[in-house]
C-alpha cells in the first residue's frame, strides 16, 4: 500500500518563475492537504481539495493555487516566485467521512528560490 | 482562531528516562489534537491523536499523550526515551468548529542522549 507520494523532491527556481508540485494520495484518501513549512517552523496550512474543489484556504496570497483530478491527485502551483517562498511543501491525505482521521504526510518538496 | 504553543524549543533526555514535550493549545470548540514526529529530510509520521473519550492516549512507538482540557494541555510522553527518539516534534490542533486544518506548534527537538 503506497504511502502519500510527492514529486519532485528537490527543485530550484529564480525569483519571478513559476512552479508546480505534485501529490499523490494515500490508497483511499479522497482528501489532499497543502503546508508550507519554512527552516525551523512548524508547517502552515495552504489550502485543502476535496471532491476537486477548493475547501479551506490558509493565509496565503493568489499566487498559491491549487487543483486535485478525479484520481484524487492533486498540485500545487506557485507564481511569481519570492525569495521568501523558499521552504519544505508538504502534501497531506486523508478520508473526509468517518470519525476525524489523522493526515498522512508525504516526504516533502524541497523549494530553493534563488 | 486556533493555536498551538510548544514552550520548549529542545528537551534533553538521557536514554532510559522518561521523556515529555510539552503542547497547550487554544481553539473556540472542542479540539482535536494530533502530535507527529519529522526526522531529518522527511515529511512528518503521525504518532496518535486525541479525538474524544478517555483523556490517555496511546500511539506508536511507546508514545502516549494526556488530554487536560481545563489546562488546554496535551503533553506527549514516552516512560522509556531510546537514542531514536532524538527528532523534531510537532502538536497540532483542528478546531471542530474551524473546518478541517491542522495548525501546528513550532515543533520542540528532542535530543537523547546514551
Known amino acids: 500500500d503506497a504511502g502519500v507520494t510527492q514529486s519532485p523532491t528537490h527543485l530550484i527556481k529564480t525569483r519571478g518563475q513559476q512552479v508546480t508540485l505534485r501529490c499523490s494520495p494515500k490508497s483511499g484518501h479522497d482528501t489532499v492537504s497543502w503546508y508550507q513549512q519554512a527552516l525551523g517552523q512548524g508547517p502552515q496550512f495552504i489550502f485543502q481539495y476535496y471532491e476537486e474543489e477548493e475547501r479551506q484556504r490558509g493565509n496565503f496570497p493568489d499566487r498559491f493555487s491549487g487543483h486535485q483530478f478525479p484520481n484524487y491527485s492533486s498540485e500545487l502551483n506557485v507564481n511569481a516566485l519570492l525569495l521568501g517562498d523558499s521552504a519544505l511543501y508538504l502534501c497531506?491525505?486523508?478520508?473526509?467521512?468517518?470519525?476525524?482521521?489523522?493526515?498522512?504526510f508525504g516526504p516533502g518538496t524541497r523549494l530553493t528560490v534563488t | 482562531a486556533q493555536s498551538v504553543a510548544q514552550p520548549e524549543d529542545q528537551v534533553n533526555v538521557a536514554e532510559g528516562n522518561p521523556l515529555t514535550v510539552k503542547c497547550t493549545y487554544s481553539?473556540?470548540?472542542?479540539?482535536?489534537l494530533f502530535w507527529y514526529v519529522q526526522y531529518p529530510n522527511r515529511g512528518l509520521q503521525f504518532l496518535l491523536k486525541?479525538?474524544?473519550?478517555?483523556?490517555l492516549v496511546k500511539g506508536s512507538y511507546g508514545f502516549e499523550a494526556e488530554f487536560n482540557k481545563s489546562q488546554t494541555s496535551f503533553h506527549l510522553k514516552k516512560p522509556s526515551a531510546l537514542v531514536s527518539d532524538s527528532a523534531l516534534y510537532f502538536c497540532a490542533v483542528r478546531d471542530k468548529a474551524a473546518g478541517n486544518k491542522l495548525t501546528f506548534g513550532g515543533g520542540t527537538r528532542v535530543l537523547v542522549k546514551p
Open positions: 497531506a491525505s486523508s478520508l473526509a467521512s468517518g470519525s476525524p482521521h489523522e493526515q498522512y
Open positions: 481553539v473556540s470548540g472542542n479540539p482535536y
Open positions: 486525541y479525538i474524544t473519550g478517555d483523556n
